[in-house]
């Protein structure tokens, strides 16, 4: 058996067991389970990037698991002073902080901290540079069991902009290696090769969607686009060419889902309408998100034996 | 007998019954009338343009009620990725958020949500554009009421920039339909004349003074003047023509009462010392103001069956 | 007995008893003493300046005091309509706000407050402009008191950017005052004069470091520094002339102890390893922090007779 896990940071650390527990336990928080702190928990959550889903949707987590907030504005932090995000974290730590969770710029920045032996509280990643956003892809792959109740045989498909997208590398990750078959589309250039070790470029949305349970549409992210191809960018161009419109729709298979991981460009990356539609998860990913970082939270503080039998 | 209502957002919509209701219920809560929420209940305030006293009241009302608050900052949040208000609004509610309190600039920024049928928490309107401020007018003429019992037969002066005031509208709509007669004072070019529907323009703050049982004054909101006024606006001048000062309020009647929405530009449009005088309710608004908002969200909970007996 | 304090804002105002007695409530704190409201309270803070450490110190005490907080965010408040720092407070009074904690450029703000026979509610100083920090005064007193258990007799050096620190002044005159002799490192020109009153000028780290039981280093504040002395200012330079270093460490008495008020420009003001050593209490000072600040708290409840026995 593997060590207690006491941070969640990159989800691909976290064996396939491991996922189905913290699936079983998000579950069982949907259904009302309760957890009980053994003394008052402070947590800290600093979001270094914009945020309004992951940032409140933790938030709604701790306070449903009795969790008290310490808050911290990145923006007006002593962080302006120029101090590292380690000293940032420690200060916390010496206040009886017991957990952070980050969302920062900076790919990996959790590694050097990781092994700091001064470091002891939780850590969770809410997001790093180019790296991972370990607890979307927990909620997505729990709106996937939610629906399908497995995932050996289904296939995904993931289409848009791949290269600039924390969600497609860690989803496309871990469903190939929950035995998910993952097909991904979108422009050749926004397609990262290593991508190659755990899915297959298909390009075209229209040879996608028919062969698909899950058509998971990105967020083009124009902020991070390069300026050539923010400036060249033609939003009815891209509907057009890969967008998932109603046409496309039609030709899904039965009981295949959408999933986006949101926001959604209304009209680029899907057309309007479809984000509310029967066949939309999108909504529902929100909703799974809570408790899915329920699970994620009661996991470490479990692991740390902080809560009540 | 009128639907409940689920949302407050525009004060016209509620029948002087409702508002009666609503007082009533604000006095309740100011001499300790407490009630009790049948599951924990979240809500989120968003506010896109600054506020101090109603931010602080709302949270202080939620707060007295037993809410609990998710924060969100509009300024660092996905709107900034821009996401519609809409989409905001559902993510939160996919989030477990079951009321949001909003000020923002555009007027009328809630009614395409009113009709969403995809919308289902609790809205509340913290001030829209150059629309409304309703709760902000719940509270004034709470504390009207608070001092006089009554409203039929009793006049109220509203002096100021009335062109830029959310407040002298739905103030002047509300007090009018409670039986108040209005009296509006000020520059002409600040006079909207649509105001004539529910009250008498008189211009002159001098002959205003002597017939008031409460001269309302607001602030001269320099930041929203054209830029030609703001060029040539003199405080010292206005104050003059138009500020109530120690020698004007000598002419009130006895009992009359000074309010103002505040915050006050002490020196313009009241002379400072008046601010903390007998006859100023200023402070006491802002007091009340916190068991109006109760009333308000109380009254939307117990509508929507959130509320222990 | 000298009157009961009903706030905390000038340390220089507290006799030694009612220090004394503060340190002893703190370490009781530490030790796990609870109290309990008589009835809800909420408070704000209120940060102008940038602030992690005391601001999330603030927050933890008077969560762990059962405190509520009224949550303030001055950037996007109405202090930007011009509002006055004392119309925000009478505001923040109004709604039932009972304590302000605030942090201000403006040296000495509060001292027109305290004379305002319509504020009321309790005022507690993290800070003001060139003047004192004296809940950071308290927590370094009560560090050194947890090592010691006592103050008499004891030598303490403080070395650095005397000029722009809060706490070498309010730190220096609290020290001399409880019988620690205090000697000052650094170079002349960020020698304030008037320290001579409460202490003595070295200049050299050197002959500070063997006499010292406590050497307390200054972060150097480049963004407050004259613009001279920012641009030629060489961190290298005075890391070798007035830095506290490995080398340096070496020359300190048995028992002795370093002292930060943070955050540290490692490899400046201090060599980074030594931060985290056995002889330094730069984490316990912020872990007191929280605890000082309960008892400041804690204290000024008392005396409003806000707690039960």
Known sequence: ?????????????????????????????????????????????????????????????????????????????????????????????????????????????????EKDSNIHLAMVNAGDGHGQHPSQTLLDIMTIHDEFGHFKGLTAGIVGDLSHSRVARSDGQLLNRLGVHVLFGGPRNWYPKDFDTFGTYVGSIDKIVPKVNIIMMLRVQR??????????????????????????????????????????????????????SSISRIFPQMHNGVFARMAIIATLLKNRNLLLD
């Open 1 to 113: 058996m593997s060590e207690l896990k006491k941070h969640f940071l990159n989800i691909n650390k976290w064996s396939n067991r491991e996922i189905h527990n913290l699936i079983t336990l998000g579950e069982a928080f949907k259904h009302g389970k309760q957890v009980q702190l053994k003394h008052p928990f402070y947590a800290a959550n600093m979001f270094f990037e914009n945020s309004t889903r992951t940032h409140s949707s933790f938030q709604m987590a701790e306070k449903r698991l009795g969790i008290k907030l310490i808050g911290i504005n990145p923006s007006t932090s002593s962080v302006k002073k120029g101090e590292s995000l380690s000293d940032t974290i420690k200060t916390l730590q010496a206040i009886g902080v017991g957990m952070v969770v980050v969302r920062h710029p900076k790919t990996g920045w959790y590694e050097p901290l």
């Open 223 to 276: 902020e991070r686009l390069s300026k050539h191809d923010a400036a060249t960018f033609d939003p009815k161009q891209y509907h057009k060419d890969y967008g998932f419109t109603e046409k496309r729709a039609k030709h899904l298979k039965k009981g295949a889902i959408l999933m986006h991981p949101a926001p959604v460009n209304r009209g680029v990356e899907i057309s309007s309408p479809l984000v509310e």
